[in-house]
């Protein structure tokens, strides 16, 4: 758009390729539009304004760039508008900010779900909170060595954070940058950390969990992934 670009326009060319996906290959999808922490708050709020007409495509808004010096309490006015008009919330917290943060994005923006997270490790409350209050983190672990979160895989807390009950699943984060797709991530922790075939399991389920499809698809895909499971052993 700083381009000069409708966002009709390129929108559109989004949901087309989004129709054909679903069309020849069966992926549904769900679109969400996130605020950019580097720009001034006032465009955020020129954004919300101008996507609030294509809700029954983009159903969610959050919040991402760089952690540092921007907490989300920064941004309750604004997700309290987006709340306001219906949209769900998700937000970056806890990669390269603290635990903190975390906690902001919960009580403050009111998110459905923490983007990356891993930092929350640190706190045994906050972890305690998410595990009782079912709040997933969409953690992505090539990420977190490139950004240098952590030193080396066998130091990330996915283990830990997944056996004391919460919900985290493995995604790609901006693949041709930071180093791999959603399979690469998987080889990853595979080769670095002691997780088991029931670990990889409710790992999978807990990505259909976090997602923002209907209940019903949900629970066939629990189906297909307990089938699969089955007829694996």
Known sequence: MARGLAFETFFRGIKNALVDAQQKYGITSRLIMCFQRHLPLSSAFEALKIITPYQSDIVAVGLESTECNNPPSKYAALFQAARDLGFLTVAHAGEEGPPAYVWEALDLLKVKRIDHGVRS????????????????????????????????????????????GVCVTVNSDDPSYFGGYVMDNYRALVDALPLTQADFVQIIKNGFKASFMSDEDKTAWYQKIDAIVAAAV
């Open 121 to 164: 490790i640190e706190d045994d409350a906050l972890i305690e909170r998410l595990a009782h209050d079912h709040i997933p983190l969409t953690v992505c672990p090539l990420s977190n060595i490139k950004l240098c979160v952590f030193k080396d895989m066998r130091d990330h807390p996915l283990k830990k954070l997944l056996d004391r």
